[in-house]
Every structure is written in structure tokens, then in C-alpha cells.
């Protein structure tokens, strides 16, 4: 939790310093202080629609409450209430949305994400967390365009004792994430966990390659990919969403990571993907180490923000 607190430092320094003399004592609950909290939710990148309709609830219930410290409360339900009602099962990675299906072996999970968003080192640090927990784990190597990225998918394939399916680079990705799933099965493998190229020539080009390999991953086992993790920097603020959308339009995602909240002020970015893409966020990465990369809880991360 400490980590978590450390990792959030710079919008917990915008957000509770603001908050805590918005709602100091003796403040009035009245149309300055509205105006106040709207603006600090602008600031904190909520976006403007979500903050315009949360501010309507928040006035409506205030007019039952006598003190700014009570307002206090209502925000923090509010802010939890933004983030859909589901959690993850760490076991498995799976969301909520994907848990009424038994789990399945090998649980297939693609990774997608444009560069420099944090997508290997999330991978990695999943192939870490799923092998500690005694899993067997198989990297697919399907970001064939850079030649880079089959090498650091390989160190943290060593790195978290995982195996690999790697093919030239330049080799077809479909047909690295088909044999993947193939030696899975016959490997006997827990958790598949697919790298996917974040850019290629056009943007049309990677939207059609990964369809691909969400075709072929399927060819080879129906009911896969289980899970499309998408990773997000979270300092590119409101424009992760449109490449959420994007993405989402293309591989149908179940599910995001948002990396580098510790690189920005604006976490209120956290609650407007989530309750823009109707989508669990299930890792949040506060710094660069292991242990920086946490399983999201909406409840955990508004009260580190508040407290
Ligand atoms: P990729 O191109 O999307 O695969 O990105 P990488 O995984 O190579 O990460 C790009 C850079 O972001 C690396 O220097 C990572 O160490 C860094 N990074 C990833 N996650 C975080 C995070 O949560 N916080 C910070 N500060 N840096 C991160």
C-alpha cells in the first residue's frame, strides 16, 4: 500500500492538498466550493462529461449533508462508484467479465499496446508474477517487425523461468501466436501470454495484424485469446483513450493495464478509462521496478489517493 502511495505521489499532491483545503473546516458547502471541486476534477484529467455528471450527483446529495467533511465522503463513493463492478481473478488474469467460462488450459492472454507504453515490461512482469505462483508459463515473441523485441521478450522469458516461441524477425505473427498456443497444449502450459508489434508502416496494417493473430489464436483453440490486455501510458492522458478505442474496435479488449501513473499528476485518468471503455483496469504501474506493476482495487486506490 506504502508503494502504491509513493507510486501516486504527484497526484496525491495535487488532489489532497486541493482537497483536504477545499474541504477544510468551517468551508460551506455552497456554489464556490462546487465551482472548486469541478475544476480540481477537470485538472485531475476525469474528463469533462464524467466530472459535469458527477458533480449533478454530488449536488444532489449534498443537500442532505451539513459539513464539507461529509461532501468529502460522498466524493470518494463517487469516484469508487465510477469503476465498473468487476475484479480480477489474479490466479488467472481473468476479469470478471470472461470468469463465467471455466477456466481453460492453456489460458491464452494477447498483449497489445502502442510502444513505449510499457507493454513488454507488463508482459514480463505477468510472466513473473504467474510462474512465482508455481504456473507454467509460454511467451509468444508475435512482435515480429521490431527485431528488438523479440530479444527483450527472450531476457524476460529467462528472467521469470518461462519458455518462448520465437520465430526470425519478419516472420509472420499469426503464425508465431499459432504455434505458441500449439506447443502450449502439447506442453502442458498454464498461461499463454501473446507480445503483439505496437507499430507497424500504417495503423491500418497493425489493426489488421492483430486481428490476425486473434484469428489464428482462435483457429488453433476456440475460445481464445482469452483475455486481450490492453497496456496504456497513463501520461498521455486523455488521449489513451482514443487508442483504447481504437484497439478496442480491432481485438475487442477485455481488459487494461495503466503503466507510469507514477509519471503523472492527472490519475483521474485511472476512473475516466475505466468508466469511458466499460473495461476493468486490472494492473496499475506506479514505478519501473517488479513490484511497482499492482493489481488494481478501485477502493485501495481512492483512499491512497485521499488518506
Ligand atoms: P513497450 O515499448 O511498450 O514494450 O515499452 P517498455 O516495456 O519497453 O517500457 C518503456 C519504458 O517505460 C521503459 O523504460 C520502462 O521501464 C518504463 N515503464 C514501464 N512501466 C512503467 C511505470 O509504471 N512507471 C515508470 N516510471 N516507467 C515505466
Redesign the pocket.
Known amino acids: 500500500f506504502s508503494k502504491l502511495k509513493t507510486g501516486l505521489a504527484k497526484t496525491r499532491k495535487v488532489l489532497t492538498t486541493d482537497i483536504n483545503e477545499l474541504f477544510g473546516p468551517g468551508k460551506a458547502i455552497d456554489e464556490v466550493l462546487f465551482e472548486e471541486l469541478e475544476e480540481l476534477l477537470i485538472t485531475s484529467d476525469l474528463g469533462i462529461d464524467i466530472t459535469m455528471e458527477m458533480m449533478e450527483r454530488i449536488k444532489k446529495k449534498s443537500k442532505k449533508l451539513s459539513s464539507a467533511e461529509e461532501l468529502k465522503q460522498v466524493l470518494k463513493e463517487e469516484l469508487i462508484d465510477l469503476f465498473p463492478n468487476t475484479s480480477t481473478d489474479t490466479s488467472t488474469g481473468t476479469s470478471d467479465t470472461a470468469k463465467e467460462k471455466p477456466v481453460t488450459k492453456p489460458h491464452v492472454i494477447m498483449v497489445v ?1 502502442v ?8 508482459l514480463g512482469k505477468l510472466a513473473m508474477k504467474f510462474t512465482s505462483q508455481g504456473k507454467k508459463v509460454l511467451i509468444a515473441a508475435a512482435d515480429t517487425f521490431r527485431a528488438a523485441a523479440i530479444e ?1 521478450v527472450e531476457i524476460w522469458a529467462d528472467r521469470s523461468n518461462s519458455s518462448i516461441v520465437r520465430h526470425k524477425a519478419g516472420a509472420d505473427p499469426a503464425a508465431v501466436a499459432y504455434d505458441a498456443v500449439e506447443a502450449s497444449i502439447a506442453r502442458d502450459i498454464d498461461i499463454v501470454l501473446i507480445d503483439t508489434a ?1 507499430r507497424l508502416h500504417t495503423q491500418k496494417n497493425l489493426m489488421e495484424e492483430l486481428k490476425k493473430i486473434k484469428r489464428s489464436v482462435n483457429k488453433k483453440m476456440p475460445g481464445a485469446p482469452h483475455e486481450v490486455l490492453m ?1 496504456l501510458d497513463a501520461t498521455t492522458g486523455q488521449n489513451a483513450i482514443s487508442q483504447a478505442t481504437l484497439f478496442n474496435q480491432a481485438v475487442e479488449l477485455t481488459q487494461i493495464a495503466l ?5 503523472t499528476a492527472k490519475g483521474g485518468i485511472v476512473a475516466a478509462i475505466s468508466s469511458t471503455m466499460k473495461l476493468p483496469i486490472t494492473y496499475i ?4 521496478k517488479i513490484e ?2 499492482q493489481e488494481f482495487d478501485a477502493s485501495r486506490f481512492v483512499t491512497a489517493l485521499f488518506d
Open positions: 499496446g510502444n513505449g507504453t510499457g507493454k513488454t515490461t507488463t527483450q505496437g497496456v503503466t507510469k501513473l507514477d509519471g504501474g506506479v514505478g519501473e511497482d506493476l
